[in-house]
Structures are given as structure tokens and as C-alpha cells.
């Protein structure tokens, strides 16, 4: 166990820039994110929410600032990165599961590989989480036999199986057909509830109501507001925030 301070924040980004190319995608991002918080990232399209997200666990590189997860320094590479990298969760809009192996092996590929658990515990832990995300009767068949909100639910499992210390989604219902949106989103409320600490990147305003501590509004590649789901729905100070909601409330 590290030593740590009870109130030194998660995750932060401090004075975070991201570019490509000309684009300044990222600018001057602070945000800090605390033990069990769940902050929900909403704004335009192309205002950098999920680049914001892509860059916790390095996937995304950033040309200047810095990111601290659990007090350590996110490495720019190599085995500490990696090291680093297994302690953050991700679930993206496409699921990302190996066609070739079982739900049970995608599941267990990390835990084995990466945490060297043995197998039979591995296995245990997953039809664990596999039942947790209520898929545990599809451990046996391959994705391309489970529909949409079946496979993200297992990408869902599989990050966790990782015992990560943070989960980050980036969009992560986006692929999905309408009826298969709430099973994702029923589990990722559940995870909020038990205390996992979360960034999600959605649309969602429903789930951004339900379940985040905070909500993060972007817009050109900064934060522009950050507020509880209540202030921020009801009382947003900004009129780009203004703007944005009454366009997606109204429909």
C-alpha cells in the first residue's frame, strides 16, 4: 500500500493541453476527481470530451500538464504506464471484445495475464461479475452470439475483473439500439451506487441526472461549468451550457 492523504483527489489533471495538428483540442483542463465521485462529461460534439477522457490513461498523450492518478505521475511509456494503466477501467463505444475467445476468456484475459491471478480464481471472479452485469448465462458463447447491450455489459465486466481504481466510459451506449441503452446505463448505476469512482462521457441526461455527484459541461476544449447534476440542470450559469441544454431538452 502507498501512503496517501484521505483527501488528496483520485485522478487529476492539472493545466492539461491537447493538440492536433492545428486544433487545440484540450485547453488548460484542470479537474480533480475524488474516491467514489462520479463525474459525468457532457457538451458538443467535438468540444473534447472523450480526448478528456482518452488522456487518464495515457491512451490519448498530452502535450503539456499533468495527470496524477492515486498520486503518481502518469509515466509517458513503458512498463510503469502500463502498471499505471491497469488500475484505470475503460469501456468505449464499440466493445472492443476478442471475437475469437469465449465471454469467460475475455473476461479472464487480464486478470491472468496482466494481475497473474491463477486461472481458477480468475474464472471465479468473472462468472461473478458476469452474473453482476447480468450476463452470466452467456459465459460460454462469443460475442458475435450476444446482442449490443449483452457485449458492452461484458466490456464492462471485463474492465472490472481488473479490480481498477477508476472506470472511465467514453460514450459508452452511443453504438447501442434504443432498447439496449438502459440495461448498460442500469448497470453502470448500480456501479455508482456501490461507491466505484467514474468519468463517463454520454448523452445521457437521464443517467447524468441519476447518478453523477457532478456534471462537467465542455465546450471548445475547456471546462466551462462544473456543478451538481441539480444546479447544473436547473441552473445553469453559462449560456453556452444554456444553449446546450435547451437544444437537446426540448426534443
Not at 465521485?37 to 491512451?59: A, D, H, M, Y
Not at 457532478?214 to 447534476?229: H, L, N, Q, W
Given at each position: 500500500?502507498?501512503?496517501?492523504?484521505?483527501?488528496?483527489?483520485?485522478?487529476?489533471?492539472?493545466?492539461?493541453?491537447?493538440?492536433?495538428?492545428?486544433?487545440?483540442?484540450?485547453?488548460?483542463?484542470?479537474?480533480?476527481?475524488?474516491?467514489?465521485?462520479?463525474?459525468?462529461?457532457?457538451?458538443?460534439?467535438?468540444?473534447?470530451?472523450?480526448?478528456?477522457?482518452?488522456?487518464?490513461?495515457?491512451?490519448?498523450?498530452?502535450?503539456?500538464g499533468e495527470i496524477t492518478i492515486d498520486g503518481q505521475?502518469?509515466?509517458?511509456?513503458?512498463?510503469?504506464?502500463?502498471?499505471?494503466?491497469?488500475?484505470?477501467?475503460?469501456?468505449?463505444?464499440?466493445?472492443?471484445?476478442?471475437?475469437?475467445?469465449?465471454?469467460?476468456?475475455?473476461v479472464t484475459l487480464g486478470p491472468v495475464k496482466v494481475?497473474?491471478?491463477?486461472?481458477?480464481?480468475?474464472?471465479?471472479?468473472?462468472?461473478?461479475?458476469?452474473?453482476?452485469?447480468?450476463?452470466?448465462?452467456?459465459?460460454?458463447?462469443?460475442?458475435?452470439?450476444?446482442?449490443?447491450?449483452?457485449?458492452?455489459?461484458?466490456?464492462?465486466?471485463?474492465?472490472?475483473?481488473?479490480?481498477?481504481?477508476?472506470?472511465?466510459?467514453?460514450?459508452?451506449?452511443?453504438?447501442?439500439?434504443?432498447?439496449?441503452?438502459?440495461?448498460?446505463?442500469?448497470?453502470?448505476?448500480?456501479?455508482?451506487?456501490?461507491?466505484?469512482?467514474?468519468?463517463?462521457v454520454t448523452h445521457e441526461m437521464g443517467f447524468a441526472?441519476?447518478?453523477?455527484?457532478?456534471?462537467?459541461?465542455?465546450?471548445?476544449?475547456?471546462?466551462?461549468?462544473?456543478?451538481?447534476?441539480?444546479?447544473?440542470?436547473?441552473?445553469?450559469?453559462?449560456?453556452?451550457?444554456?444553449?446546450?441544454?435547451?437544444?437537446?431538452?426540448?426534443?
Open positions: 500500500m502507498t501512503s496517501r492523504t484521505a483527501g488528496e483527489p483520485l485522478v487529476r489533471l492539472s493545466a492539461v493541453d491537447k493538440w492536433f495538428g492545428e486544433l487545440h483540442v484540450l485547453q488548460d483542463i484542470d479537474l480533480s476527481i475524488d474516491r467514489g465521485e462520479v463525474v459525468v462529461v457532457i457538451g458538443p460534439s467535438g468540444s473534447g470530451k472523450s480526448t478528456l477522457c482518452r488522456t487518464v490513461n495515457r491512451l490519448e498523450p498530452i502535450d503539456s505521475r502518469l509515466p509517458d511509456e513503458g512498463r510503469e504506464l502500463a502498471r499505471l494503466r491497469a488500475d484505470v477501467g475503460m469501456v468505449f463505444q464499440s466493445f472492443n471484445l476478442f471475437a475469437h475467445k469465449t465471454v469467460l476468456e475475455n494481475r497473474k491471478q491463477p486461472k481458477g480464481d480468475a474464472e471465479r471472479r468473472a462468472r461473478e461479475l458476469l452474473d453482476r452485469v447480468g450476463v452470466g448465462s452467456q459465459a460460454d458463447k462469443y460475442p458475435a452470439q450476444l446482442s449490443g447491450g449483452q457485449q458492452q455489459r461484458v466490456a464492462i465486466a471485463r474492465a472490472l475483473a481488473m479490480d481498477p481504481k477508476v472506470m472511465l466510459f467514453d460514450e459508452p451506449t452511443s453504438a447501442l439500439d434504443p432498447e439496449m441503452i438502459n440495461e448498460v446505463l442500469d448497470v453502470m448505476t448500480a456501479l455508482a451506487r456501490d461507491g466505484m469512482t467514474m468519468v463517463v441526472r441519476r447518478a453523477a455527484n457532478r456534471v462537467v459541461f465542455m465546450d471548445g476544449g475547456r471546462i466551462v461549468e462544473s456543478a451538481t447534476p441539480e444546479t447544473f440542470f436547473t441552473r445553469p450559469q453559462s449560456d453556452r451550457a444554456k444553449d446546450f441544454l435547451a437544444k437537446i431538452l426540448t426534443h
